[in-house]
């Protein structure tokens, strides 16, 4: 009588929890199984930290104060900078003659570093390690060189810490382009397979005829002025061209289908195999190396620039995304709520985007993390190999360059170092714990 009374307690207990569980939503139940992955815990912590260096690095890192009195007036520099390159305003004459760090304060407040990127402390040049004896003699504002300086100088700390936000830029920007090429792609690859896209025969003609005239128009008549922008680092504007023109055929080729779908021969509807031809495309870019394929293209830019990297990487980097969003949609497409929403005669743009993504998206996340460490580790290779990102550009590979100026100068090889090895690995972890969080078979 006792053993069934435990028993019958024990399974009141067990169907009381089966229950709560129940009604946690998914987003709770994922968020639980990542918090008990005690690494990818810290790894998110660690990558709050970065994150807050990489926006606010002007208020870390600065030569400019952050408060400061002259003349009875009272200046904020860091924040008057923000709107100096908005072009809302301009400094004063006095600031411009004499340097942030030899101005006569009455009263000041300055960063915990004093140094900007470029801000050349020549006292202290000629490679001055962390330990080394430092002179202030002329720079009474200036503040100590923590982790040393390089052969002009410039402070490795405040580069370390600037060359955190390029990192972070070039990471969520490339990855940010990836996604829409990805989820655009891979979702039409998924949900439509090879048999499921049918469109008429001169909607296929006329949209084909569209993009045989684009490339013809833009890359032909065209081609050198588009190509004087991208060698003077106007992207945007070449990009901006090309879509204008893209949107415009594309608008009038399927505005021309309307009347001559009247024909019977041309409204006859032909299959488009999306999935093939989404998989042979990715199956191209993967054959090619991915760092090859960068190097190659940054090597015709006259004019280098981080936009340049950030679009490039983002270009090449979407067939992981493409991938697991196609392998999700080919098994959401076969659920019931899909089969009802289009019994209700919705559009498959709708079902795509309201019902289909938002239940495939998850996976997605794991190839984020992975992809945005990949790239700020691409970035730092071509940093240090001097390709694609200018030279007067403060990044963590530029300052791994320095030290092949001076091998002895170990301090420009290991905080660098140290920085780009603890940011890929926290992303490498956040992957992880997704995976482990998203994949019931991983879970404890």
Known sequence: MFFNFNKKKQDKVVGAME?????????????????????????????????????????IANERPIYCQIDGETYFPVCHQYLVDLGVTNWDSKFISKK???????????????????????????????????????????????????????????????????????????????????????????????????????????????????????????????????????????????????????????????????????????????????????????????????????SIIEKPSVLFVMVILGLVSWTGIAKFIRSELLRIRRLEYIEAAQAFGYSEFRIIVKHALPNALAPVLIAIAFGIASAILIEAYLSFLGVGVPDDQITWGSLLNMAREKPSAWWLAVFPGTAIFVTVTVFNLIGEGLTEALDPKLRN
């Open 19 to 59: 229950q709560s569980h129940q009604h946690e939503s998914y987003g709770a139940i994922v968020r639980k199984q990542f918090y008990k992955n005690r690494l990818a815990v810290w790894a998110l912590r660690v990558f709050y930290l970065i994150l807050f260096v990489a926006v606010f690095g002007d208020f």
């Open 100 to 298: 942030w760090l030899e101005q006569d304060y009455e009263s000041a407040i300055f960063p915990p570093i004093t140094y900007s990127p470029h801000t050349q402390d020549r006292p202290n040049a000629k490679f001055i390690s962390p330990f080394g004896e430092q002179t202030f003699d002329k720079n009474p504002n200036g503040g100590w060189h923590y982790l040393g300086t390089e052969r002009l100088g410039l402070d490795i700390a405040s580069g370390l810490i600037h060359g955190t936000r390029t990192a972070m830029l070039v990471g969520i920007v490339a990855m940010s382009i990836a996604i829409l090429i990805g989820l655009f792609l891979g979702a039409l690859s998924g949900y439509f397979g090879d048999t499921r896209m049918r469109i008429s025969r001169i909607r296929l003609l006329l949209n084909s005829l569209s993009v045989f005239l684009l490339l013809f128009y833009a890359f032909i008549v065209n081609g050198y002025v588009i190509g004087d922008w991208i060698a003077e680092g106007h992207l945007l504007l070449a990009i901006a061209y090309i879509l204008v023109w893209w949107v415009g055929l594309f608008i009038a080729a399927n505005l021309l289908t309307i009347p001559l779908k009247l024909i019977p021969v041309l409204s006859k509807k032909v299959t488009i195999p999306l999935d093939l031809l989404v998989m042979r495309l990715i199956e191209v870019l993967n054959s090619i190396p991915l760092l090859v394929l960068i190097l190659a293209i940054v």
